[in-house]
């Protein structure tokens, strides 16, 4: 019997000490599983080259008063030793409900390695990899066992071991936003460039680490590779930042001085030996009480996802984060459908107008005086004061709806109809909004009836003024609100600190509440674009019902003091990986100063502003300047463009792209042989030629080109652009130049 | 001009410096308010004698990172000058919905004292008195004002300066449970006995500091005055704690050092001098961040009561903190009614039976499977294998819906019933309960109908395992429930750690949670019953369909270990200040072990329990034992007295009552002349000699008496008991002898 034992051990020696490989469809990426002592790690290479150097998983748990219960503090760090490996092959083709592409490939090969770590009590834990040609997905899965039912997060210790001091796009890893410029550096530069990338003025700032970025993260190697760092099917699991271990580094997840309003976690025990330098660790966003998720078997974790190529292009057209996701969860999706719309939205973002109806009050207390039938907003505002400067007023939103309905734009987005805006952001007000009581100028029932008889939706708007309790409370009365006047999409929105108090916009809970709110939507045939919310981790292919998110410095930052002219060059390599941002584009009068007191200004030309309808992909896309600037002579026929450029595609063609400095993309439109080409530079100009290589040969199309003027400039010369229009045929080339912080935009018509 | 100031301010010193006195209707009670320099301060006196020294009041506020945009951070402690003071006088007789009497004196003199703080702005602040004959109440007001429109409480500072080293009946402070024994000794002797009051096996504990206890706190004087400090109408407000000051105290807040699963708030500075030993000071309860609330003007505390008298009798007869809340808000209450109840719930409390319907499962998650149409309790049951000891099941409640209405019990409870329960405690599950989904053996519809077929309902039970995000999700959907059944009672459960992580049960969003509960259960004419939430502070006026709250140590510990035979003479002083307790009297078998394994037995004689349904005044009220002990010939004439007892009440008189020795109380009949007299006493037995003084002079009455045998005790012979009758009149005597442990209970029927 014991000679048996020795026997079997011998046996299986070789399985645990063997690395365990696989290779991609193509075989361009290899990864390798193996154990580092007992300490499991993975490895990425791609066409032979490193990508990921030997890097750690586990996961620090937390002690829990219940431990005696069933709670396990154990960490999934170390004492594992490999149970079996698995590997499989997967191939299919999916559609979309929308898409840049009609039809999707998802083909991998898989290892799945269960380890065994004995203890106190003997724990299961799986680790899943699968290996595109565009790269890596991997996550941990942790089945149903005895001795493993509950357990705690303190933080899970993924690596990500770079192999140099690569250049990255990054946002400093918090909490609560990620609506800072992006910096551009080495990953050396980062403690060093932190404070100044924190110091935006925005007083949400929640970091943790001074070297804390968050992901999408997108990288450059010296020699040529990019590398895209980010997280795929993100449910109820917090958002992972990662902490750069550098030379200066002497402890994972150490508190930033000096930051004024950082949240304090309490500082992690080094369990481990510190990775060295230029690694990636995993750092998720904590609940109040610091705590980073509260799991329960069977479960798993996000996937954790590594895009590689030496072709910048592929970082744009990889689907890998999609695909990780799961298959469409809803089963009649007829109801939804790309969007173009404009909005009562832009004058308020400058200052010119209001989302409030009244200045009068000093603070306003929804439903004071209501216990007897409970209802927030008894308050009536017809017995206050109007600021004659409220926006979504009935002769306005009239406005809008007939230009929507003159211009072919679909709905109308008016922010500002219901009652609390006087004194609705940092205030920690709970009863903050009831989204149902319109101001007294709004007529919800008439409005709703003008816009439906021209053909026209208007497009809710909820401001959760991040007053999650408050917003859950109504959520059913006020997607009911929506069906009985016939809204079908809503842009939610959580500025400001979270109520729960403590709580972060990033955590589990919060996590939780985003997707609880596009299920519920969908029960009530409700497509969401929730702002402000956690970044997307392309849960919209589950839900498509989720047609858009902020989650990044949109173009209300352009009032706000400017985006710099790469800012959308850099975006599609980051925020867009897990899914379309609702960048609100189209600001064509790029100088607010001229009808407004905002002396901030658009850092694009009037033609860069075109190119973003197509290089800034999203199913929901936004005319965003005021309906009488589209109507002036000399912005008509820059907006014509705004016209006719769809939001729906079959096909999608990225013929350049390089981070932070130029992107140029052909898409053909949803069920026709039309083309849109777009491309957008940072604020060095860029020269194009574009091949029409993708048209179909033999066929003659009427292009109609929109370039920047010879001597437009996104500062000095904004506004001066041209428009040409020709016939084309496949394989002819068009040279276009675009000017400093401006592109092109060229509508390419089947005959 | 400069001599118009002098003037001016000479002619105002005498009102800044003068105390404002005010005397109670009858003038036994004494408040005097005055300034300490520019710090607010209250005194009490009765019949000429000290009851609160001359103590402060006031708030610290917390410093905000908004501060800068209107929230202040100033504390209003001091700088404070009289502005004005007015007095009022107020006398009202109202009706309660249900009661101890059918009307309630509602008389009171007032004084309001408008205080300004002059700073950096000018912030006002009014203390407002209600001096009645059988206490004080009073509460600060935060009115509209330019200045101080948002604030964050720190905590806030009300001191109640005790006259010497009283006598208190007391539990340990603690943020999330109230259900300790209570500790009898003089204020010294808190901090020595605070550890042991702690350490009592529940796994909440939530401790702030060693001398920190909850209100209703019962002291005794020396000289035999009895003073009871609570708080009135808590509304959207932390639960207020109280911290001793006692002789070995050197900062508030302090941190208890050993009880580990202590709560740390950060250390309060000593912003103000410490007041002198034998000083209570408010200590609120925190959220998840160490605050204890976030304010909005117009806004107030809840009133802090001090109830007084040298007659323990009037401690219990006082009607102040139901006065001090505002009445009746709902419009309806024609469906709010008291209930006599029984229940499956006695033999799972014991280990009998159980809730879970199955034990094959290391876990559950409801709608693991379920994206698709997002019902949380897919997973089916009925795939499992019952475990043979769910108590839920068609034919037992069938038999307590047989035996409800065999004896006039209108509802029984049924504990449970709906899928969930295989692991809903402690395991920080978010998703544990969806109040719609009954076990495969519970007939929701069937059971309903048969209740109803035998005039009897079904009482709801809801368990939230205190994860409140997932209860007001369904919030909604569990009241129709009810509804579309004919449920018109809920008990509701806040067993274990708040959900938001972090978060207190007596936080002022909890505070909120529960009261948002019951005005949402209005809606639904659903009476409210909630276990485990905030002890109540008479909000049951207001919304009477607030009908019981546990909040205390019930019934359910003679299962435990046992409660002190004394318990039930405190809980009157104490818990029951604030509104009517779900003690579930009625347990007439009180040897567990024969009928189960438990060996735990009841602390009181069988006699005992009968006088509980007057002693411990509720609306509702449960015939807890199991049916077949009812029935069993032995107590069978014992249960005849819980069968004719009502709950419904014109009229009480305490004619007894000794804080933790004895209390003998009679009630009349709602509408009739038939009287009920109760008597519970401690371990050491009681003699009462029981004047029928209240009954109508001339006519005549069917007594029947129940009493301890004379050699019945508690612990040696708890169930024997004797049951006479006799024609009773007006003016006659009765001696009746309590044994150890036990008490008396008399239905005094009119011809």
Redesign the interface.
Known sequence: MKRLFWQILFALLPLCAAAQTIQSPSGQLTLTFSLDGTRPQYALTYKGRDVILPSHLGLELAR???AS???EETDLIDGFAIEKTETSTFDETWQPVWGETRDIRNHYNELAVTLRQAGAGERILVLRFRLYDDGLGFRYEFP???DL??F?IQDERTEFRMTGDHTAWWLPGDYDTQEQQTQESRLSEIRARFHDAVNWGN?SVAVFSPTGVQTALQMRTADGLYINLHEAACVDYATMHLELVDPQTTALTTRLQGA??AYTPPPAPARAPLPPPFTFVSHLTP???G?KG?M???CRSPWRTVIVSDDARDMLSSNLILNLN?PC???DVSWIHPTKYCGVWWEMIVGKSAWNYTDEL??V?LG?DT??D?RLAAFDFRRTTPNGRHAANNEKVRRYIDFAARNGLQQVLVEGWNVGWE?WA?????DVFDFQTPYPDFDLQGLNDYAHSKGVRLMMHHETSSST?NY??YL?DAYALMNRYGYDAVKSGYVGDII????HHYSQ?MN?HYL?CV??A??HHIMVNAHEATRPTGLCR?YPNLVGNESARGTEYEAFGGNRPDHTCILPFTRLQGGPMDYTPGILETQLSTWSDNTSWVRTTVCGQLALYLTMYSPLQMAADLPEHYERPDLAPAFQFIRDVPCDWDDSRYLEAEPADYITVARRQKGSDNWFVGSKCDENGHQTTLKLDFLQPGRTYDATIYTDAPDAHYQHNPKAYNVTRKTVRCGQTLKLTSAPGGGFAVSIIAR
């Open positions: 829990d008063k219940h219960r069933g709670m149903s066992q005895p039912n509950y705690l007083s004024s309003n609940d109040a009480t705590l509260a329960q078997t069977p799961e969860a809803l089963d000093p603070s207390q004071l216990p007897p409970f004194d940092n205030r920690w007000k709970r309790q859950e409370r059913e729960p108090r403590g709580d809970s939780n609880h299920q519920q969908a029960r589950t």
